[in-house]
């Protein structure tokens, strides 16, 4: 059971790398697009039409697609002034809380959006400007904002796991 888990949260690191590397590529093509319509607006006074919405739209993708992956792979930027005293054990405890609550406050944010996304389907909602439709963005969000989710939840029960085997450990007084 517990290396079947510890593989399915393996498996899940290389599928959200991929997800995250296709918000990389979109964050590369909106700094592109971003770069060349200010040189234009600065050189030539001809903006490129939509660009801020575009934006807009592209960087909701960007977390999005990038959170699964930054969650499972603990990337992202961490003060730690007190667990990292703490036994291995209660750390892999409060790893495991913590992706059980990021997982029920991410699950919260992708059903609230999910709830969105049905809405902007049936009424076709574009942006202001340029019509850009809303709903595909959204769904690919809402999608990424499950995964996220569910990444958390596979890397509460891997960490539980982690800690329940260390409690298992030969020469624990618990079990001597």
């Not at 990038?66 to 750390?91: C, E, I």
């Not at 389907?121 to 769904?139: H, S």
Request: net charge positive; proline share 3%; glycine share 8%.
């Amino acid at each position: 059971m517990v290396g079947a888990l510890l593989a399915v949260e393996r498996l899940a690191v290389v599928l959200t790398r991929r997800l995250a590397l296709v918000g990389g590529f979109v964050l590369l093509a909106a700094s592109i697009v971003t770069v060349v319509d200010a040189l234009l607006r600065k050189f030539f006074s001809r903006p490129i039409q939509g660009t801020f919405e575009t934006t807009e739209l592209l960087l909701a993708v960007i977390i999005f697609f990038a959170m699964p992956y930054t969650g499972l792979t603990d990337a992202h930027a961490v003060l730690d002034l007190t667990t990292n005293r703490f036994p291995k054990r209660a750390r892999d405890v409060i790893v495991g809380l913590n992706g059980l609550f990021c997982a029920v406050v991410l699950g919260a944010v992708a059903y609230e959006m999910g709830l969105l996304a049905a809405e902007y389907g049936k009424t076709a909602r574009t942006t202001i400007t340029m019509r850009i439709p809303i709903y595909p963005f959204i769904v690919s969000v809402t999608a990424a904002g499950w995964l996220a989710s569910l990444g958390f939840v596979v890397q509460a029960l891997a960490a539980f796991c982690r800690a329940a085997r260390a409690d298992a450990a030969p020469g624990n007084a618990r079990h001597a």
